[in-house]
Nanobody, 121 residues
């Protein structure tokens, strides 16, 4: 069993900052890529940022220069530092982890429950 748990959401004024954390735990052989997605009301879930186990990163154009993704492989944890937040960043943020449960097995996707980020104008 694998659990993915996010923390760090909340309410912040425009221009402010928040830091999200996400830890994968349980029966894990290794964690490959980890990422943050978000879903605003009435919209589809979209990729915000992703990071491979080697540290390569990818960002949505809308957050480049404002958000930074990082990870601690020893803790199977990923972080999202969000600066210069805008009202349009308001959404539920979900953490995704690509996990290999046993050596030789394929990668499985696990999702957290989501954490609300609200940016007031």
């Amino acid at each position: 069993q694998v659990q993915v748990m996010e923390s760090g959401g909340g309410l912040v004024q425009a221009g402010g900052s928040l830091r999200l954390s996400c830890a994968a735990s349980g029966s894990i052989f290794m964690v490959n890529a980890m990422g943050w997605y978000r879903q605003a009301p009435g919209k589809q879930r979209e990729l915000v940022a992703a990071i491979t186990s080697g540290g390569s990163t990818d960002y949505a154009d809308s957050v480049k220069g404002r958000f930074t993704i990082s990870r601690d492989n020893t803790k199977n944890t990923v972080y999202l530092q969000m600066n210069s937040l805008k009202p349009e960043d308001t959404a539920v943020y979900y953490c995704n982890a690509e996990v290999r449960i046993h050596i030789g097995w394929g990668l499985l996707d696990y999702w957290g429950q989501g954490t609300q980020v609200t940016v007031s104008s």
